[in-house]
């Protein structure tokens, strides 16, 4: 499944970037989510996510990869729960667009176990919904700033 879109955040491009390689204060945005560092750019994450009937805790292991400061920068990892595994891949990018930041994302998410066979319009309904809240969040921290 690809989930790809892009957002604009009223905000100077070293305060968007200083929040979106922060650690702690992105995972405040993504709901049901705890992180605990593990070292460098690297973290394990327990997150309660469901799709339709299907819910429950999966517990993950992602890095910050290929950071070019104040530009780009991946996460990539694999999280496992209730026979289910989810391989993520995300690229984002961030351009200056006037006195805002274009925040341009790319993710490649591979599930396969039980959520898989629900089909993809319920995963894409159940995973846009997740993004648009974390998106929401980043906005509205960031701006409030």
């Known amino acids: 499944m690809i989930l790809e879109g892009s957002r604009e955040i009223a905000a100077p491009l070293d305060v968007v970037w200083d929040f979106v390689t922060d650690l702690n204060r992105v995972t405040k945005c993504i709901p049901d989510t705890t992180v605990e560092k593990i070292e460098g750019d690297s973290f394990k994450a327990k997150m309660k996510m469901g799709v339709g009937f299907i819910?429950?805790?999966?517990?993950?292991?992602?890095?910050?990869?290929?950071?070019?400061?104040?530009?780009?920068?991946?996460?990539?990892?694999?999280?496992?729960?209730?026979?289910?595994?989810?391989?993520?891949?995300?690229?984002?990018?961030?351009?200056?667009?006037?006195?805002n930041v274009s925040l341009r994302y790319k993710a490649d998410v591979i599930v396969s176990g039980t959520l898989a066979s629900m089909g993809a319009r319920f995963m894409d309904d159940a995973a846009q919904k997740i993004v648009n809240q974390m998106f929401d969040c980043l906005k509205a921290s960031i701006s409030s700033k």
């Open 55 to 99: 819910r429950g805790t999966f517990d993950g292991q992602f890095s910050l990869v290929d950071k070019n400061p104040k530009s780009s920068f991946s996460i990539k990892g694999t999280t496992k729960g209730m026979g289910n595994t989810v391989n993520v891949a995300i690229n984002i990018t961030l351009e200056p667009s006037g006195s």
